[in-house]
């Protein structure tokens, strides 16, 4: 069975959608990479976050967003990469 993490996605895109922003994902050799966007689309800051596929880039950036722009509300982890991790698990334990 597909584990459907729309509804986690859909929370990431509102978080950065209420500061009038949007992410843009793209791939290369080392995986993928989200720029963060103005509504528009012009990108303010490329290579925001990186992940091993687009939950971990999307989830990444988030954790960054949160501890950066924020100051508050991330989850555990030592790295950005790690605090993705780490919000899948608590998801996946609140889902069920």
Known sequence: ?????????????????????????????????????????????????RGVDELQALLAAEQRYLVEEVGEGSVPGATYADKAAERLRQWRGSSK
Not at 6 to 32: K, N, Q, T, Y
């Open 1 to 49: 069975m597909t584990e459907d993490t729309g509804p986690l996605e859909d929370e990431v895109h509102e978080l950065f959608a209420g500061a009038g922003s949007i992410v843009r994902m793209s791939h290369d050799d080392d995986g993928f990479v989200v720029d963060l966007c103005r509504s528009d689309g012009t990108v303010v800051w490329p290579s925001f976050a």
